[in-house]
Nanobody, 116 residues
Framework: QVQLVESGGGLVQAGGSLRLSCAASGRTFSSYDMGWFRQAPGKEREFVATIRRSGGTDYADSVKGRFTISRDNAKNAVYLQMNSLKPEDTAVYYC??????????WGQGTQVTVSS
């Protein structure tokens, strides 16, 4: 079992930056691939970024070059640095953990609102 708690969301103007954090507890954090997802009002949840156990990363095309995912296994934490934010980035952002093939564990989410 893994518990995930996101923080760092808030209200920011377009062009600004935010850094989301996800604190994990439970089983060995370094065994998991970690991901960030988001869900805007009226839309389905979508993939944002992932960082694998190896440290390799992937990003959604919509955030490439603006967002950076990182992890600190010593602190059991994963981060999402978001720069050049746009109003369309407004969503609830979720942290998730994947052990083998699917994301089994999810946090409660943190709201990010980008004003124009």
């Amino acid at each position: 079992q893994v518990q995930l708690v996101e923080s760092g969301g808030g209200l920011v103007q377009a062009g600004g930056s935010l850094r989301l954090s996800c604190a994990a507890s439970g089983r060995t954090f370094s065994s998991y691939d970690m991901g960030w997802f988001r869900q805007a009002p009226g839309k389905e949840r979508e993939f944002v970024a992932t960082i694998r156990r190896s440290g390799g990363t992937d990003y959604a095309d919509s955030v490439k070059g603006r967002f950076t995912i990182s992890r600190d296994n010593a602190k059991n934490a994963v981060y999402l640095q978001m720069n050049s934010l746009k109003p369309e980035d407004t969503a609830v952002y979720y942290c998730a953990a994947k052990l083998i093939t699917s994301y089994n564990y999810w946090g409660q989410g943190t709201q990010v609102t980008v004003s124009s």
